[in-house]
């Protein structure tokens, strides 16, 4: 068996218990959510496992051999998927699950090979300028509509993936961002969904996906 089918292989059997995780931990966070939390329990195992599946044919696609940037783009995916389905179910980004994407993203930039990794340093000053970003424009927001616009984990959640991508790529993540939940709002609308300027969104999703997409493209 050669090295990339292995790790392949353990990637996609690692992602269905981090799928599992992801299902766990949201559906027994405190009861914040607006609605019932439903057990998904099989679909996110499924998810998980093409998150590592994926990771392993992307690193090799990319003519990245080592097993480690599989691994890294595994460990960023099921981070994403966990902070994605939470935020979506709760709207909440609880410190204790975007705090750990951060670490782990230092932990990328000074072991994975340019231009994914960049160094420590550099890593951790995008995670400065990624979250001082996102908190002056919340701030501005507030100061100026008068009420919040943004959760208080979402400028957390973008400065800790700020340490993955790099503050260059930040500009595609919110792009990303942006398009996706208007895709989504647009397509509630079309389904009948009563929303408006104050209806909430969990706009840390959209980040996930941003980040995850970011991510792919470099």
Known sequence: MSPELATGIALT??????????AYVSHHLPPLALGPRPRRYLIMPVAGALIGMVSAVWAQWQGLPSPWTAVF?????WQLLVLAVVDAENFWLPDVLTVP???SGIIAATVLPYPLGQGWMMALLSALFGFSALWLLAFLYRKLRGRSGLGGG?????????????????????????????AVVIGLKLAGRNL????????GTYLAIGFAVAWLVV
């Open 13 to 22: 059997l690692s992602g269905l218990a981090a799928g599992w995780l992801a």
């Open 73 to 77: 783009t595994a460990l960023l995916g």
């Open 101 to 103: 994407l951060g670490i």
């Open 154 to 182: 979402d400028p957390i959640l973008f400065g800790m993936g700020a340490a993955w991508v790099g503050a260059m790529d930040l500009s595609i993540v919110l792009l990303v961002a942006s398009l996706s939940g208007l």
């Open 196 to 203: 408006d300027m104050h209806s909430k969104i969990p706009f």
